[in-house]
């Protein structure tokens, strides 16, 4: 009963360590490092940026199929490949997993790889669970500023208070904004367009359910550009392309009211209602635990 305890501990402990997303406001000085990886045949290689002291991560909807695989009976839709990235005292450490589900309710650890600047490998594990591999190389990248894009709120209460470039490994922009309502914002959704075409998209929430910005607070986030690859030497070079916008689609009050874009307004109180729901049942596990160890102990 005591192992249960610990394992229904654990389990509330890692619920709500992974209940919220929020978003790194103070980014450290880019190493320049990058993974360059090769998703899709036919189409320019991603980069992902290495941190020190961190992991960074970006997944991918949009991959090719292993012709004739058959996914395991009763198994949830395989939906996204993510693949996370950190420097280590070696070289860069690059993990490998895929989510399931299409609200990636569960994730499935690949494979992870030690690559030193220059070295390359293929994510063959990945043809084991459907997916064409994968190929990932670490190369150093010319720090660059993109062009100022475009801002547009959809929401009146998110206005903008600063847009600036930043000297970083792949263009980006820093930006601040202002809630100028009285309600606090529990999430708002940041979406880059180039050429009118949404390419980016994330949405800063409150860490575990708490208040994003607060009535006339402000946020400061750091929103990557779209870029294409420039052929090199030795790899692509990412190149930011003109004609972008940042824009915020919807904002989230905290009394579940919201500005903007009603689909993702509904997608998001419905996480959070499913988020409380999830952690009243492990709280209810837990009191059961406790109840049962009580009356072993009689």
């Not at 501990?9 to 360059?36: I, M, R, S, W």
């Not at 993510?82 to 494979?111: C, D, T």
């Not at 690859?229 to 930011?240: F, I, M």
Request: hydrophobic share 40%; aromatic share 8%; charged share 20%.
């Amino acid at each position: 009963m005591f192992t249960s305890r610990l394992w229904l501990l654990f389990l509330l402990t890692l619920f709500l360590a992974t209940g919220g997303t929020a978003v790194a406001q103070n980014a450290e000085a880019p190493t320049q490092l990058a993974v360059e990886i090769r998703f899709y045949p036919g189409l320019d290689p991603a980069h992902l940026t290495v941190d020190r002291s961190r992991k960074r991560g970006i997944w991918f909807a949009r991959f090719p199929r292993v012709a004739g695989y058959t996914p395991p009976a009763n198994s949830l839709p395989l939906t996204a490949v993510n693949i996370k990235a950190q420097q280590a005292e070696e070289g860069v450490r690059v993990w490998v997993s895929v989510y399931l589900g299409m609200i990636h309710e569960e994730e499935q650890q690949i494979s992870s790889y030690l690559l030193r600047e220059g070295e390359a490998t293929t994510a063959k594990e990945l043809s084991a669970v459907g997916v064409v591999p994968f190929e990932f190389k670490v190369v150093r990248l010319a720090a660059s500023t993109g062009e100022m894009p475009e801002f547009k709120s959809n929401a009146p209460s998110i206005e903008l208070v600063s847009l600036q470039p930043n000297f970083s490994t792949l263009p980006d922009i820093q930006l601040a904004l202002r809630n100028v309502s009285s309600k606090p914002v529990h999430a708002i959704e940041v979406v880059t367009l180039q050429d009118g075409r949404p390419h980016l998209h994330y949405m800063p929430q409150g860490h575990e359910g708490q208040v994003l910005i607060a009535p006339s607070g402000t946020l400061q986030l750091t929103t990557r550009l779209v870029t294409r690859g420039v052929p090199g030497p030795d790899n692509y070079q990412p190149e930011a392309l003109g004609n972008q916008r940042i824009q915020i689609t919807v904002a989230v009050f905290a009394d579940g009211s919201y500005e903007g874009d009603s689909d993702k307004a509904m997608a998001f109180l419905g996480f959070q209602k499913g988020r409380k729901a999830m952690l009243s049942r492990v709280v209810d596990l837990l009191n059961q635990a406790n109840e049962s160890a009580g009356t072993s102990s009689l």
